[in-house]
């Protein structure tokens, strides 16, 4: 795992400046503490700057910037390619002569018999810049499902890219003019989804693309889709297909344990990390460490489900308990972190379960993507149960439900609910994945900034759905959430939560070749009688301990609506309602004030709403007014 940078001044050739690809690399330290490298090309106006965290051959001949022979190309990349090993003796056939064991150097002359293309041969999570001396090639490339990042400026003569927006803006010169409609993005989903950044001259590459520049001109291409995956046939009978998961998992495990330094697992005690821990445990000949974090409150607390699962296992178990008193030190940070504004809450435990597994290892494998491509979440259920309101003609809906709205106050589940039946399925999902409604984001911001914000509302998950249109619901509103959720937020916080530690965290059930799988099961063995992830959990029957396979559905969550109501009540306040606050002109003073008190004298659900506009504020204080 690494960090990458660089620079090409390609109009005008002229050198990259030292000093500023070194501050740009310097940003990047905690993805890579291991060891740093450039490589200048002063002829063509071209620098990479790179960090690394050693994980697979730890000598020098690992180290990157990394060449081919003759030196006319050159890669930094952050990652890991699980497959090189299989890559290699080709290679080495058709006369190419490695340095090194590391996975890095494969890619080099992968590159030299296909070009960009060769990246569809790579699996793995990987985040690429490749230089081609002789073409004036520069190509940016990320891995399938998103796991690693890439941000890039272009102003048309030159291109800057790295792995986390920070380096990028050493350049000063680099502008921070802020994109309102990525702060839309923002505001309805928690995240700003690519290829938008919340600065508006600076781009993510998207996931499952590449991005090649030369003659001064920048193409972005699509190497995969998942959608093709979810419209094959049915290829197995119901024991088939559990003896093709149970084979296709214990083989993504099993790539995934290649390192030269010590590896554990983040076990939650839920059906996804429990599988991993298993399949990793089976083919280890030593007891594997495993990591697991924990609240007080037992409603949030999934301690027991991890330790069943440890002791079943014999692993090398340990534990960590969340205290809110920690989010006042960890929230700016986790700003500083994340780069952009980002909601999900759940990055506190995973920052704290990282910084734990750190101690003790340096590669951790987690259940990550098992919910959307297993169909785990309970709102999948939901989202087909509600459909059966479809029957009811809308215009009694409407009598039925409308009246309610004015009684209902903000942030009562009734409310919602009432809302839900008034939409079509499409649009009943999208409401379910939004942090904050339309009508309430309208309530709270200030007329200017509603007019800016506001007409983009939904748009993004509409594009998506209309995509998938044509798939069973299952499959379409599962297609969304592996190509918006699962990249855009799980994969983004797993990312950089854990490598703020310094920690590499890889995903088996997020193989391509495993995501593929489980897309191609019928959607009724996906979720059966309301339960997901039913054909799974039949696969792991008799494997896990019973306990794990039939507790309900709880996710990776934070308790805070009792910590607004306690301990963090009055940090929440002077936060939101102080004069930098409403110096932003973002919202309407009285209304964000009558959320919070109503919050607090009667707890709602409107905790992921505070949270959303609280991590906003404590990002803008980071990345606009510390730069003033």
Request: net charge neutral; aromatic share 10%.
């Amino acid at each position: 795992m690494c960090g990458i940078c660089g620079i090409w001044n390609y109009k005008s050739r002229e050198p990259v400046h030292r000093e500023l690809l070194a501050a740009m690399t310097g940003t990047l330290v905690h993805r890579g503490p291991d060891a740093e490298g450039f490589h200048f090309d002063d002829a063509h106006g071209l620098g990479l700057g790179f960090r690394r965290l050693a994980i697979i051959d730890l000598s020098p001949a690992g180290n990157q910037p990394m060449p081919n022979e003759d030196e006319t190309i050159w890669v930094v990349f952050n990652g890991e390619i699980y497959n090189f090993a299989d890559l290699r003796p080709t290679l080495e056939s058709r006369g190419h002569i490695f340095r090194s064991r590391a996975d890095t150097e494969v890619i080099v002359h992968a590159y030299e018999e296909r070009g960009a293309e060769c990246i569809r041969d790579l699996n793995g999570m990987f985040a690429i810049a490749l230089w081609d001396r002789r073409a004036q090639r520069l190509v940016l490339a990320r891995d399938r499902l998103g796991k690693k990042p890439v941000y890039y400026y272009d102003d048309g003569a030159r291109i800057i890219f790295a792995s986390e927006l920070k380096a990028i803006l050493r350049d000063p010169s680099v502008p921070r003019e802020l994109d309102f409609a990525a702060l839309g993005n923002y505001l309805t989903y928690g995240y700003v989804p690519s290829p938008r950044a919340i600065f508006k001259q600076i781009h993510k590459l998207a996931p499952a693309h590449f991005l090649v520049l030369e003659r001064g001109c920048v193409t972005t291409r699509r190497y995969w889709d998942l959608l093709p995956a979810f419209q094959s046939p049915a290829m197995y009978t119901e024991s088939e297909w559990i003896e093709e998961i149970r084979v296709m998992l214990r083989a993504v495990v099993r790539d995934r344990l290649v390192s030269d330094v010590p590896l554990g697992v983040l076990l939650s005690g839920g059906v996804d990390s429990s599988a991993v821990a298993a399949a990793a445990a089976e083919a280890t000949d030593h007891p594997i460490k495993t990591f697991s974090i924990g609240f007080a409150e037992k409603e949030f607390n999934e301690l027991p489900y991890a330790r069943a699962v440890a002791e079943r296992f014999g692993t090398d178990h340990h534990e960590l308990i969340v205290a809110p008193q920690s989010l006042r030190e960890v929230m700016p940070r986790l700003a500083q972190q994340f780069d952009e504004p980002f909601a999900d809450s759940s990055a506190v435990p995973t920052y704290y379960v990282s910084q734990m597994a750190r101690q003790h290892v340096t590669v951790v494998l987690s259940g990550d993507g098992g919910d959307e491509m297993l169909a785990g979440y309970t709102r999948y259920a939901r989202a087909l149960q509600e459909m059966s309101a479809q029957r009811i003609p809308l215009l009694l809906r409407r009598a039925l439900f409308q009246p309610l709205l004015k009684f209902l106050p903000e942030g009562i589940p009734g409310r919602r609910f009432a809302l839900r039946m008034l939409l079509d399925p499409e649009h009943r999902y999208m409401f379910y994945m939004q942090m904050i409604s339309r009508n309430l984001l309208g309530n709270l911001l200030t007329p200017e900034m509603r007019r800016v914000l506001l007409p983009g509302h939904c748009e993004y998950l509409g594009s998506l759905m209309e995509q998938a249109r044509g798939l069973d619901f299952l499959s379409q509103i599962q297609f969304v959430d592996a190509v918006s959720y699962l990249p855009e937020d799980i994969l983004v916080k797993v990312d950089r939560a854990s490598m703020l530690t310094s920690l590499e965290t890889r995903a088996p059930l997020l193989d391509y070749r495993f995501v593929e799988l489980m897309a191609s099961v019928p959607s009724n063995l996906r979720l059966r009688g309301g339960q997901g992830k039913w054909i799974f959990k039949r696969a792991l029957r008799g494997w896990l301990p019973d306990l794990v396979l039939d507790r309900p559905k709880q996710g990776f969550g934070v308790p805070l609506r009792k910590w607004f109501h306690g301990e963090l009540a009055e940090y929440m306040r002077a936060i939101l309602l102080d004069s930098q606050t409403r110096a932003r002109g973002l919202w309407r003073m009285d209304a964000l004030e009558r959320l919070l008190n109503g919050h607090i004298a009667h707890p709602r659900s409107l905790d992921g709403v505070i949270w959303t506009l609280l991590v906003l504020e404590l990002w803008w204080r980071e990345y606009n007014d510390a730069t003033r």
